[in-house]
């Protein structure tokens, strides 16, 4: 009896160090941590880069940036929307540069993360 307790003893305290060796090994999703969840950040930021772009063109033939609303009235992004699954986009302009920010403000909780890309096309993931 005494050595049965003691394999599964050992067994139980295999399986724990196993699990935690195996969930910090396995990359973390951005975006909240399920697959739902992860999609949309996805989403969101193919969303970002067509703001981006949008504000890329439009610099190109106006030798100055746009707001969202420009964007989307103009033509210059088919974009219709101003967010997606809980997120909720953004531009700042400035002379030398644009911000599009991604901010979610669902029910999730804890909320995922939020991005923002900038004219160097990069997207990022803000607190």
């Known amino acids: 009896m005494r050595s049965l307790v003691g394999l599964l003893a050992a067994l139980v305290i295999g399986y724990l160090i196993y699990r ?19 999609i949309s950040a996805t989403g969101v930021k193919n969303d ?5 772009q949008a504000e890329r063109a439009w610099f190109a033939e106006h030798g100055s940036y746009a707001s969202l609303s420009e964007l989307t009235s103009s033509g ?22 644009f911000t599009v920010t991604a901010r979610y403000s669902g029910p999730l909780t804890p909320p995922p993360s939020s991005f923002m890309i900038d004219q160097s096309m990069e997207v990022h993931a803000i607190p």
């Open 48 to 52: 970002l880069i067509a703001i981006a």
């Open 76 to 97: 210059a992004m088919t974009m219709t929307r101003s967010g997606r699954d809980g997120y909720t986009y953004s531009v700042d302009t400035q002379a030398g540069g």
């Open 20 to 38: 935690s060796f195996i969930m910090q090994t396995l990359p973390k999703e951005e975006g909240g941590g399920t697959p739902v969840s992860s």
